[in-house]
Nanobody, 121 residues
């Protein structure tokens, strides 16, 4: 089994900062891409930021210059530093990881349970 445990969500005023963390644990052989998605009420889940195993990053245009994704390969953890938060950033944020389990061929997609981020105006 593979588990993704998220932390760091909460309530913050506009202009504030939060840092999300997601630790992957279980029977892991290798972790490939990792990322953060978000889903606001009444909207579809969307990609916020992603990072490859080699450290190449990709961001949604709405968060470029404000959010930074990073990963600690040794700790199997991905982070999302969110600065200059806006009310429109309010959503449930989900961690995603492509994980190859021990004894398996190829990666499988895994998701965290989600963490609420609320930005007040």
């Amino acid at each position: 089994q593979v588990q993704l445990a998220e932390s760091g969500g909460g309530l913050v005023q506009a202009g504030g900062s939060l840092r999300l963390a997601c630790k992957v644990s279980g029977s892991i052989f290798r972790i490939y891409g990792m990322g953060w998605y978000r889903q606001a009420p009444g909207k579809q889940r969307e990609l916020v930021a992603a990072i490859t195993r080699g450290g190449i990053t990709n961001y949604d245009d709405s968060v470029k210059g404000r959010f930074t994704i990073s990963r600690d390969t040794a700790k199997n953890t991905v982070y999302l530093q969110m600065n200059s938060l806006k009310p429109e950033d309010t959503a449930v944020y989900y961690c995603h990881a492509e994980v190859q389990r021990l004894g398996s061929v190829g990666p499988t997609d895994y998701w965290g349970q989600g963490t609420q981020v609320t930005v007040s105006s």
